[in-house]
């Protein structure tokens, strides 16, 4: 074999693995395929869904929404909604059984539920989250969004 073949083999496959190499700090973004699927920005502020004839008001502070936090859930149903009893969160990841965690909501006012919680950081590294908030006697709606590891 040449030695001219031979360079140009070896240097082809060294910029093969460059190209397969992560890049520092895009790594996890990329990795998580559900980024697509975002339908909410918690971090800016409260995030609406339809739900039925009613429109779904979530909020979440602290902002911005960090894992591993105490937060507090603000739900609030706009329209004239016949509950038959208290709306609650399931908060998970698109695509990944993460267990049991569901936020338990207490009314506040008309229309007006919150509740703490804590959204635990996902070893994989994934940072998009879900939350599904139910309204018994209306339906559900679902967010998705990002949070900060």
Avoid at 39 to 48: E, F, K, P
Avoid at 56 to 79: C, N, Q, Y
Avoid at 84 to 109: A, E, H, S, W
Wanted: proline share 5%; charged share 20%; hydrophobic share 40%.
């Amino acid at each position: 074999m040449n030695s001219r073949f031979a360079c140009k083999c070896a240097a082809a496959i060294l910029g093969a693995c460059f190209l397969l190499l992560p890049v520092k700090g895009d790594d996890l973004r990329a990795a998580d395929k559900y980024e697509e699927m975002i339908n909410c920005d918690l971090h800016s502020g409260s995030c609406i869904q339809p739900l039925g004839n009613h429109m779904l008001v979530l909020s979440v502070s602290p902002r911005p929404v960090k894992a591993m936090t105490d937060l507090m859930f603000e739900i609030v149903v706009k329209g004239d909604a016949k509950l038959t009893g208290l709306p609650f969160i399931d908060l998970g990841m698109p695509g990944m059984d993460m267990g049991k965690n569901q936020v338990t909501l207490t009314k506040r006012g008309e229309g007006t539920y919150t509740g703490a919680g804590v959204i635990v950081r996902c070893k994989s590294g994934r940072r998009t989250w879900r939350a599904t908030v139910t309204v018994p006697g209306i339906g559900s709606a679902v967010f998705i969004f990002d949070v900060i590891y």
